[in-house]
Structures are given as structure tokens and as C-alpha cells.
């Protein structure tokens, strides 16, 4: 509640502690008037403003590109609004910014070894509006791009955004920005026994497509291109899986569709990620590590929150895959990559991936767009580049440092688990096989589930590291 979200932010549980609480998670902006009195707006007036005029001018565009109708700026753009796309996040997901299709290779005419039948697009939500200001002053005057320029300053600032604090999330923008930012996408209800209908919308993205070698994994051939897709079918994780498996109980045509392209799109995408386990100590450890929180998860019948079904794993290896092979895009085309420092060099970490999430990868896609599709200006230099990852990661660890939720240990440790415990301790004399959460000395006991403080573990154990611990004692 609000007390305990005040309780762990360290500040007095009034109504000044509660304002310093909003205006600490971003929520709020404090700023004196004339009279002292001190004000709190959501956002600075000019961020508002911006807003209000962003979110007018995207729905106008995007009425404009359903009539067929092409404005200032977007000409030049492929045209993929006839091939069908999905989107899969988690179901509580609100804005999207990633989306995979297929397509056969033999109408594209590229020229491409047969060891490769298809092609994998993958859509990102084109942010660069924001990141731009060449290509925005010359299309939409001096008014529009100050507008444009408070946004990306707002950005800037910001950093990141963060979904675990106690007061709600942290947004990298304002949520209407966002939603005008995101991809337009048709949600549909899988428990009406009707047959779907979809919207036709327009997203404006950037496009990377990529061929890998069906039989061994490795990557090909790849590209990047700005495009227009037609809104996608958007599923959840678990929606998808469930589709995968032949287990969804609602039957329609378009989720047949829906199955093949992401049938071919896992068979493609899964294998590069196992090629790349072969070649990358870090694409190894990486797995590790989300192996090691999979067993966690199952350890504790999910109440670790992490979950990693089919679907996971296809969206996961598309977003490495966006980001090792615009890694190799930029580095043959002599343009620094700008990313968060110490992350990714091993061209492992993602890059430009979530620019709805991350201001860093604002800046990625709009190097990109001027390096491979001429479009935005000229690259930034490697002077320009360190100046945006420094300054994104002072704002990251800015934002880092505001402390999350606490969790309640008795939301997992239920009395039916420390029942059993606790039966478990009778039965069975010394240590217990228990399996760490990666969380400071935290551990789960197999088999249980129950998750406890462990004493005379030196550091951080990494999550899926299997101990053994001596109960010493149990709070019910």
C-alpha cells in the first residue's frame, strides 16, 4: 500500500512525504511560481504541449497513409502493409514497439544462397520524428521541430523508463507520445467463437531482413530499410504458445496464418541462436544465466515472475538478432554504434530494439537510418556518439537508483508452503538442496518452493546455482 511504498522510498509517511514520492518516480515536476508557492505539474507545460501537438499530427499521418496518400518525408518507404505480421508481448504489455513476418525469397530478387528459403522481417516502430531533426525541420518548419526537440530533450532526461517502482511505472515520454509512437495493432478476442475480424491500420517502421541458413544457423544476408507494415495481430506470450502448440482452443483462419509465419519465423530464429551458442562465450552465458532462471521459476511454481515459453524464446532471439546484425550493418558502413556503455561490445547486446523504452536506442535507430538508409541527416560522429552513450547512461543510473517494489516473501512463502516445509524438515535430518534466486543471499528449497535468507554466502550467487542450506528456522 502507500504506507509501505513510502516506508521503502525512506520518506515520512504525510502528505509531503507522498508529493516527494511522485515527484522522485517522475510522476510529478516541482517548479516555484512567482509567489513561492511551490506547483506540481505531471509533466513541464512545454512537454505537455508537445505532446498535445505530436499526438494531433500522428493521427492526422496515419489517416493520410490508410487513404494511400504519402506526406513529406515518408516517400521512399517499402511497402509491406499486404504481408500479415504478429506481435507477442506480455499480456499486461500497452505499448508495442516489435513485430515479425515472413516472406518467400524468390519475389524479393535478392540474391541469396538456396540454403535460405525465407525472409525474416523484423518491425521496430520508427521513432524517428524525435531523433531526426534534419529531415523534420525540412518537412515541417521551425514550429514543429521545436515541438519535436522538446520531446527528444524530455527523452534525453529521462533515459530509460522503469515498470517496478511502488507508486507505477516511469515512462521514457508521456503515455499519449508513446501510444502515438507504438505500433497500431489488432487485439482480438480469442474466447468469442465468431471469426476474427482486424482493423486495417499503418504503422510507419524500420525494417531489418535477414536470411539465415536453414541447415546450420548462421546468419546470411541482411538489411535494413524504412517500410510500412499493416497493423499486426497481436497475441500474448502465453496466447502464442498455446497457438504453437496445438492447444488454443479458438479455430479461425487468420490464426492459422498467424501459426506459419511463426512457425517458420521460430525454425529460422532458434537455430541462429543455437549457432551463435557455438560461436559466442557471451551468447553462452547468457543462456546460462536464463536457463539458471527457468529452473528457478519451476522451482518456484512461478511466482519468481519469470516465465519463458516458446514464444519467449522466438521474440528473444529476434531481438539479438536485430541488434548482432545492425551491430554488422553500422560496423561495415564505418559508423559508431551508440549504446550504453559497457554493453553489448561483444555485438551480443541489443541495439535499437526498444526505443519506446530506451532513449539510447532512439539515438541507435536514427545512426542507423542515416548510415544505411540515408535518412535523417549525416551519421554522428564517434565524438557525437560518445556524448549521447554518457549521457544516457547518467540518466539510466539516475533512474537505477530510485529503489524498486519490495517484494512480500509471504506472497511466495504461502502457509501451504510452509506447511510443507516444515513436514519436509521432520522427515528428512541435516542439509536441504535449496537453489539460488540471484537476488543477494535469497535461495528456494527444491521441491518446496518456499524462499529464504541464507546466511555465509560471500556476494551474489548467480540464479540456478544449486547449495545446500540448513534450515534454522521457519516464520509462519
Known amino acids: 500500500d502507500v504506507r509501505e511504498s513510502l516506508r521503502g522510498m525512506n520518506l515520512p509517511m504525510t502528505p509531503e512525504g507522498a508529493k516527494q514520492a511522485l515527484i522522485q518516480i517522475g510522476h510529478w515536476t516541482e517548479s516555484s511560481s512567482p509567489t513561492k ?50 506481435c507477442m508481448d506480455a499480456s499486461s504489455t500497452t505499448f508495442r514497439d516489435d513485430a515479425i513476418g515472413i516472406r518467400p525469397r524468390a519475389p524479393t530478387g535478392r540474391r541469396v544462397t538456396k540454403a535460405s528459403k525465407w525472409e525474416i522481417l523484423l518491425h521496430i516502430a520508427d521513432v524517428s520524428d524525435l531523433y531526426a531533426p534534419e529531415a523534420n525541420v525540412n518537412r515541417k518548419g521551425k514550429p514543429a ?9 524530455a527523452a ?26 507504438a505500433l497500431d495493432t489488432n487485439t482480438v478476442d480469442l474466447t468469442n467463437q465468431g471469426p476474427l475480424r482486424l482493423e486495417r491500420g499503418i504503422n510507419r517502421c524500420v525494417t531489418l531482413w535477414v536470411y539465415i541458413d536453414e541447415k546450420t544457423g548462421k546468419l546470411l544476408d541482411s538489411g535494413l530499410e524504412r517500410t510500412l507494415i499493416s497493423s499486426p495481430l497481436a497475441l500474448s506470450y502465453n496466447a502464442a504458445t498455446a497457438l504453437l502448440d496445438g492447444t488454443l482452443p479458438k479455430e479461425d483462419a487468420t490464426l492459422d496464418k498467424a501459426k506459419a509465419i511463426i512457425a517458420v519465423a521460430e525454425r529460422n530464429l532458434c537455430r541462429w541462436s543455437d549457432f551463435q551458442r557455438t560461436k559466442s562465450k557471451a551468447a553462452q552465458a547468457k543462456e546460462e544465466r536464463l536457463s539458471g532462471r527457468e529452473m528457478l521459476g519451476r522451482e518456484m511454481n512461478g511466482n519468481s515472475g519469470f516465465e519463458r515459453t516458446r514464444s519467449h524464446r522466438i521474440v528473444d532471439s529476434a531481438l539479438d538478432l536485430y541488434g548482432f546484425a545492425l551491430n554488422g550493418l553500422l560496423f561495415r558502413a564505418e559508423a559508431p554504434v551508440p549504446r550504453v556503455l559497457g554493453n ?52 539510466i543510473n539516475a533512474v537505477s537508483n530510485i529503489k524498486a517494489s519490495k517484494r512480500d516473501n509471504g506472497s511466495t512463502n504461502t502457509l501451504q508452503v510452509l506447511q510443507s516445509l516444515s513436514m519436509y524438515i521432520k ?36 540464479p540456478g546455482k544449486e547449495i545446500l542450506v540448513e534450515v534454522q528456522s521457519i516464520d509462519e
Open 37 to 86: 508557492k511551490q506547483r506540481i505539474d505531471p509533466w513541464p507545460k512545454t512537454v505537455l504541449e508537445a505532446a498535445e501537438w505530436y499526438c494531433k499530427m500522428d493521427e492526422k499521418r496515419r489517416d493520410y497513409l490508410i487513404r494511400g496518400e504519402m506526406i513529406p518525408g515518408d516517400e521512399g518507404r517499402v511497402d509491406l502493409t499486404k504481408l500479415p505480421c504478429i
Open 145 to 153: 521541430a521545436k515541438y519535436l526537440e522538446t520531446l527528444r530533450e
Open 156 to 181: 534525453h532526461s529521462r533515459g530509460t523508463s522503469r515498470y517496478d517502482l511502488p507508486l507505477g511505472p516511469l515512462h521514457l515520454l508521456p503515455p499519449v507520445v508513446l501510444h502515438a509512437l
Open 344 to 395: 553489448g561490445m561483444d555485438r551480443v547486446g541489443r541495439v535499437a530494439s526498444a526505443p519506446l523504452r530506451r532513449y539510447i536506442d532512439g539515438v541507435a535507430q536514427r545512426q542507423a537510418l542515416a548510415a544505411l538508409c540515408e535518412y535523417g541527416g549525416k551519421p554522428l560522429t564517434r565524438k557525437q556518439v560518445m556524448y549521447e552513450s554518457k549521457s544516457a547512461t547518467a540518466a
Open 427 to 462: 522427515d528428512n535430518d541435516g542439509p536441504v538442496p535449496a537453489m539460488s534466486t540471484g537476488k543477494g543471499n535469497e535461495v528456494v528449497i527444491l521441491g518446496i518452493g518456499a524462499t529464504a535468507s541464507c546466511r555465509g554466502i560471500q556476494g551474489t550467487l548467480g
